[in-house]
């Protein structure tokens, strides 16, 4: 008996695109949905998980690696970078060679450079096998999503993609607070090691239960020059935003770095239009509910992630709590995801995604803007208010993004624009982390020097100024050994205060992108193929 099953591809009035409304298996646990349901579930938890469980590692690994504040970005940029620009291209692999063979080379492939990374002794390493990580990830997030669609039946299909939104909501929220244990109670290494095992329980499970399932129209080539052209335009952009500060905003690099990067972007969307078989078919951004969805992903993921990736360092470097407790000070943030993303399954059910996405970008700004007033002396019960209203707010985005977006997508496009809600995230998060972190590193630069000699220190020389803001930047204070005790004290407290300046401004520069969504969000609908996306295979 061959576990391979054909899926016809019928336009949205084809009536013959319905599915049986409640399939069996015909051979024990092979293609049962809820059981297929835990198997993508346990490989994409790993993929969310370590989109920012790491964050809670940035710490150890720049101590314990010698890394600069660059280097700490591109572990995270290498990763979502990796993961945005293969994404629709992994959908396409699945599409043609089937989403059961793509999401168990992504599981083994994570698995083996989650250990690769663990093993490394340089941050040049550990970024290699980090772009490697997001490779392998792109390969099983619309693997995943495409087995859903492919399994369960209409009726059902939304709770499914409710119930997965909901993993990569909780396992995004509770990444640092496993990775504070892990950090604190073994190294930062097992932050990695982690997805070994994990990554063997998905590959097993999905080698006894997943249904291999082919599109009759599968796509028989692949756009290698849009590949390219969107790689290297993302490239020159990330890049240019992350250097700026060492190069300067006002400096020709910068700029020939931008200007590359607008050009290939514009030689993709002509590429594009001219090609048999786009990666990104131009088409799809003619539905306007569908276009903001996408832009409401990106701006949602720009003001999350940017803005997480300083509150680890806050809570760990300026307020001097360990890596468990910082977690553990992020557990609002946690639990109101993981009680907020049902709640908002229900209420975008019955009143559409338009009014939660839009609230919950607004909860979100709010948050974003009360943690711009977080000092060195603020209490945990005061951090705890904006953390869960910031969790509160971000649940209806990562719930609803799939409906909005694939829900308004061609049926024959809708593999594409699952591959687009999650390049849409991870595009916005590695750009949250290089503007954000372009933000804090240009009010270090401005204010540094300002408040040392305010305090009263010695003057620095220009190399020792430059090493002092690199410190500073992620809210160390760089006290050399034999330093007098009233000296350090008024080294901290500049290096704080300074630190704590650039994460208001870039929280405030967060708030601003999070209010922008909330208008974004307004034009959101429920797509016409939301309830018949996919139906169940006949099996």
Known sequence: ???????????????A???????????GLRGHPWFTLITVAVGVMMVALDGTIVAIANPAIQKDLGASFADVQWITNGYFLALAVSLITAGKLGDRFGHRQTFLIGVSGFALASGAIGLSHSIAFVVTFRVLQGLFGALLMPAALGLLRATFPAEKLNMAIGLWGMVIGASTAGGPILGGVLVEHVNWQSVFFINVPVGAIALVLGLLILRDHRAENAPRSFDVLGIALLSGAMFCLVWALIKAPTWGWGSATTWTFLAVSVLGFALFAFWEQRVKEPLIPLGLFRSVPLSAGVVLMVLMAIAFMGGLFFVTFYLQNVHGMSPIDAGLHLLPLTGMMIVGSPLAGA???????????AGGMAATAIAMYGMSTLTSDTGSAIMSIWFAL?????????????EVIVGNAPMELSGV???????????????????LGAVMASRVDSDLAGNWADAGLPKLTRPQLDATAEAVQVGVAPIAPGTPETVAAKITQVAHDTFISGMSLACL???????????????????????AGAGAAHI
């Open 1 to 15: 008996m061959t576990s391979q099953t054909t899926i016809s591809a019928t336009g949205p009035g084809d009536k």
């Open 17 to 27: 695109a319905a599915a049986p409304s409640d399939p069996t298996p015909s051979a």
């Open 347 to 357: 209420a975008i059910t019955k009143l559409g995604p338009r009014i939660p996405l």
């Open 390 to 402: 910031l969790g509160f707010g971000l649940a209806p985005v990562m719930v609803g993004a799939t």
């Open 417 to 435: 624009a699952g591959g687009l809600q999650q390049a849409a995230m991870q595009i916005g998060g590695s750009l949250g982390t290089a503007v």
């Open 509 to 531: 520069v967060a708030a601003g992108v999070a209010v922008v969504a909330v208008f974004v969000a307004l034009l959101t609908k429920r797509g016409e193929n939301a309830e």
